[in-house]
């Protein structure tokens, strides 16, 4: 392995592991804030045991956040250090916004967690809620920054040099809006079907089940609602996509021949010698209805993109049409729930439909990297996108291969050390939260 592959390869495994940790660190708080507002409400205990047990697993993912994104940051630097030095003083400043959130969600949840007893319901459920809106305002602010990357703005790029530097417009760049709004609703989507799925294989196994069955409640409304928005969210995102790159929406569909009447092809294995995907649906007309909300406008596609311009299109296809069959599968899973809720009340207790749940688990996680993999693949060979290549910014420093193994199995090591101490929670619900009592 090169060092340009390992600095690569070190960024994707960094990013991999840290999107999993921030998506539930994002929502789960607000998770907890529902079932606390529901405690102090109802009066009833088990909301309380719920809040409780939840904010362990908040704080579990709030450590190993922040030791992930402190990596991240120092990996800016040392592996991208030209990228850093242009880009920096351009889009500091969500960095900087970035950091006072996680400031204010660091204090907010100290304040939670040792508030028990101390506080009023009102302040103590307040400072509980604020963990999520500072998670959130998080990771609307770093989306923002990455946005940046895919539509960069704010500058006048003039014979090598970055000029006229405008912050807020950088922030605010063309992507942010659309970016922004399909990773918080994968986050909410992926972070509800895991917490229900867990939940749910609790109920399946008979084991403290009204616990578990009103968390399950909490969880899956969050993560339903979500999942069915969300190809509003991608249909948006794909316009822009095209508007500001389209060798990217090239690689994302396969389409190597522009034409009328431009053909959506689901599934199937892109063939990049023979320019065509085999073995895939193809229904003519689609791709320029989605792009052009037209059915006969052509699309311009990879034949209008300088070779040397292009992504990767089997990796960005493939993951592209991951990240497509699991949302719809978790969009008709959500659609399913809210049909037993309201017409077939009987399902929620069966054991079939709470096997869906278990096995949807790990869907949304997948789902979320195969959709990092389509914006970050999708992008190259670009760090910014038509202006800086990604070999361009690369350190010169050698040995960035035994970084990249070294670093890796820190990351394995804290997904490790996460699933023992989570797992033991999950355990120890029925000891700490009896409900009888």
Not at 127 to 135: E, R
Not at 149 to 168: C, E, K, R, S, T
Not at 302 to 307: A, S
Not at 332 to 342: E, K, P, Q, S, V
Request: aromatic share 16%; with cysteine.
């Amino acid at each position: 392995m090169d060092d340009f592959a390992a600095a690569r390869s070190q960024m994707a495994i960094s990013l991999g592991f840290h999107i999993i940790y921030s998506c539930i660190g994002m929502v789960m708080p607000l998770f907890m804030a529902v079932s606390h507002y529901k405690w102090i409400k109802t009066g009833d205990i088990v909301y309380k045991n719920i809040t409780q047990a939840w904010s362990k697993g908040v704080a579990i993912f709030f450590a190993t956040g922040a030791v992930s994104g402190t990596i991240l940051s120092f990996e800016l630097g040392l592996l991208w250090p030209k990228f850093m030095e242009h880009a920096g003083p351009i889009f500091g400043m969500p960095f900087s916004l970035e950091g006072v959130a996680f400031f204010i969600e660091a204090i907010a949840l100290g304040f939670f967690l040792y508030g028990w007893g101390r506080f009023g319901n009102g302040f103590h459920w307040f400072t509980g809620l604020l963990v999520g809106i500072s998670g959130i305002a998080s990771g609307i602010l770093v989306v923002s920054a990455n946005s940046w990357m895919n539509n960069p703005a704010g500058f006048d790029y003039i014979i090598g040099q970055y000029l006229n530097v405008d912050p807020i417009k950088a922030m605010f760049n063309g992507s942010w809006f659309s970016e922004a709004l399909h990773m918080m609703l994968a986050a909410f989507s992926a972070t509800g079907f895991a917490v229900a799925g867990v939940h749910a294989l609790m109920i399946a196994r008979k084991k403290n089940v009204v616990f578990h069955t009103k968390a399950f409640k909490i969880a899956i409304v969050f993560g339903a609602i979500a999942a069915i928005l969300q190809p509003f969210s991608g249909d948006i995102a794909a316009k822009n996509v095209y508007k500001t790159q389209p060798a990217k929406l090239g690689a994302m569909e396969a389409y190597f021949h522009t034409q009328a009447y431009a053909p959506l092809v689901f599934g199937g294995i892109s063939d990049t010698a023979a320019k065509t995907v085999k073995y895939g649906i193809e229904i003519p007309g689609l791709l320029s209805f989605l792009v052009h909300d037209n059915f006969g406008e052509p699309v311009n596609a990879l034949d209008k993109i300088p070779v040397k311009n292009q992504p990767p299109v089997g990796v960005t296809n493939f993951a592209f049409d991951l990240m497509i069959f699991i949302g719809s599968a978790m969009m008709l899973l959500g659609l399913l729930y809210f049909l037993a809720l309201w017409k077939k009340r009987s399902w929620l207790d069966k054991r079939w439909f709470l096997n869906l749940f278990i096995l949807a688990i790990p869907s949304g996680f997948i789902a979320v990297e195969a959709g990092w993999t389509v914006t970050e693949v999708g992008r190259q060979p670009w760090i910014i996108y038509g202006i800086m290549r990604t070999s361009e910014a690369v350190t010169p420093m050698p040995g960035i291969r035994y970084t990249f193994y070294l670093f890796t199995a820190v990351y394995l090591s804290l997904s490790l050390a996460v699933i023992f101490l989570l797992s033991r929670q999950i355990k120890m619900v029925p000891e700490l939260y009896d409900t009888k009592h």
